[in-house]
């Protein structure tokens, strides 16, 4: 069977990974969270003091780019890749409200960008991948089968990171991941380089009232749409 690349993108708490882990398990492909690339270069420029409230050394950050290495593991047990800062597991850490406050204005930087985007499309050059981000659809794999744009009020993405971090046993206020949101949502449509909007092919996917038993049949029912095709292209 003909493989395809799976583009999933959107604004943050949409679900993105957890739709995009989902497929990848069921048609046996590679998942890409592209996120937490950028999450794993955020954690080294804090590690470095590079990057603080009202502070951000972006050309040393940029003089350092090849001292950062980010790589994927499979975990057997969790059923997908975890990421790898210069060899070191940082899957967890990466994940916080801090690292979230910083994340978006290191994903500004083209650089970084450039750098991420190329271990990316290594990763997806054989097809057969699922990836989500912001412009996995837009820039990273322009020619993929299938493109999803995931939204949601920013209200119910911001409650379901929050409970999300409550459970993990962080220590946050619900007004504090709210304003995250809004700020990345903000500084993500706006940069220059490769901002987060919708590809002119995409299907557009609002999940603000949808389980996520309905949201994964809604894709997989897509999926399977573009695959016959791609089976149908072939045997014509
Ligand atoms: O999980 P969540 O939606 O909160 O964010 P993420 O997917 O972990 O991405 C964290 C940040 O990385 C985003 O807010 C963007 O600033 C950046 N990002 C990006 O610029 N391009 C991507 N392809 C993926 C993430
Ligand atoms: O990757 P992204 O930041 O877009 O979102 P996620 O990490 O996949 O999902 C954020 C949280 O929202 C997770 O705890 C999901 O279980 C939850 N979620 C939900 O409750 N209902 C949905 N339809 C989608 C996601």
């Known amino acids: 069977m003909n493989k395809i690349t799976i583009a999933i993108d959107g604004f943050s708490s949409t679900g993105k990974s957890t739709i995009a882990k989902q497929v990848a398990n069921h048609l046996g492909y590679v998942y890409v969270d592209s996120g937490a690339m950028y999450r794993a270069v955020t954690?080294?420029?804090?590690?470095?003091?590079?990057?603080?409230?009202?502070y951000f050394d972006v050309k040393t950050l940029n003089d350092k780019l090849s001292e950062i290495k980010v790589s994927f593991k499979f975990n057997k047990g969790l059923g997908f890749?975890?990421?790898y800062l210069n060899d070191k597991n940082v899957e967890k850490t990466i994940r916080s409200l801090e690292v979230s406050r910083f994340v978006s204005k290191v994903a500004a930087i083209s650089a970084v960008r450039k750098k991420l985007v190329a271990i990316q499309r290594e990763i997806g050059k054989?097809?057969?991948?699922?990836m989500d981000g912001r412009d996995i659809g837009t820039v990273v794999f322009?020619?993929?089968?299938l493109k999803i744009f995931m939204t949601a009020s920013p209200e119910t993405r911001a409650k379901r990171r929050y409970n999300e971090l409550i459970n993990r046993g962080d220590n946050v206020v619900y007004e504090s991941v709210l304003k995250n949101v809004q700020e990345r949502d903000y500084i993500d449509s706006n940069r220059k380089d490769s901002p987060l909007v919708k590809a002119d092919d995409a299907i557009e996917i609002d999940n603000s009232d949808l389980s996520l038993e309905e949201q994964f049949e809604k894709v997989l029912e897509l999926?399977?749409?573009t695959l016959e095709i791609k089976?149908?292209?072939k045997s014509n």
């Open 223 to 225: 999926v399977r749409k």
């Open 81 to 83: 890749a975890e990421v």
């Open 43 to 54: 954690l080294y420029a804090m590690n470095q003091g590079l990057i603080a409230e009202d």
């Open 231 to 233: 089976e149908n292209k």
């Open 142 to 145: 322009p020619d993929a089968e």
């Open 126 to 130: 054989s097809k057969g991948v699922v």
